[in-house]
């Protein structure tokens, strides 16, 4: 029989990891299928995508300045966006996620992004927050005063044991590659401008 906390008892986090990376594909094929579903069904309503920048540019900005500051693996970083939130590029790609919900005006859509980013997000926060307690000894005292994920309105002050420091460096934002994320924004809008036309021309050349 095992016995909890032993050698053969399975990491609930590596197991959640191990079922995240087989759906993560069919997961996004769905949320794919289901987005050009929506887009044929219904033509998106020029108030609600100009709504939607409400949430999917703040959403950009946050990914991009917080890319500019993170040196991954090597450094704790607690400036910049780290300093309010512990996961600003994941707060940000869940911005961009729901504008992208509000822009269809779409619950379903709405719905399996929550579930994707509840599946896949939950065991990646636990597995890098296992990983920097155990390489950074000021993990703890700076989770402390940083939230997890809804931002705190101001920057969390660093204890003379807090050494994280810096400004943000279009080197690493560069390095990051994080300019895809806004190319990948502007194709999906183009998509709602132009797709369902499109799809609507190729119907009738197919009748």
């Not at 609600?48 to 693996?73: C, D, F, I, M, Q």
């Not at 704790?76 to 992208?100: D, E, I, K, Q, V």
Request: glycine share 8%.
């Amino acid at each position: 029989m095992i016995q909890p906390g032993s050698p053969q008892q399975l990491d609930w986090i590596a197991c959640w990891q191990r079922v995240a990376r087989r759906i993560r594909v069919p997961l996004g094929f769905l949320t794919a299928a289901l987005y050009l579903v929506e887009l044929g069904r219904r033509a998106p309503q020029p108030s609600a995508v100009a709504w939607s920048l409400a949430l999917v540019l703040p959403g950009l900005w946050l990914r991009g300045y917080a890319a500019g500051y993170v040196k991954k693996n090597r450094e704790l970083t607690m400036t910049g966006p780290y300093g309010h939130t512990r996961n600003p590029l994941y707060l940000g790609s869940m911005l961009m996620a729901a504008g992208f919900a509000v822009a269809l005006l779409s619950w379903p859509v709405a719905l399996v992004l929550a579930v994707g980013f509840t599946v896949i997000y939950v065991p990646v926060i636990a597995s890098e927050e296992r990983f920097l307690r155990a390489t950074f000894p000021g993990f703890d005292a700076y989770s402390r005063h940083v939230p997890r994920m809804i931002p705190r309105l101001t920057s969390a002050p660093q204890s003379g044991d807090q050494t994280g420091t810096g400004a943000f460096s279009l080197t690493l934002y560069l390095k990051h590659r994080e300019y895809n994320a806004g190319i990948g924004a502007a194709l999906l809008y183009l998509s709602l401008l132009f797709l369902r036309p499109v799809f609507s021309v190729l119907v009738h050349a197919l009748r």
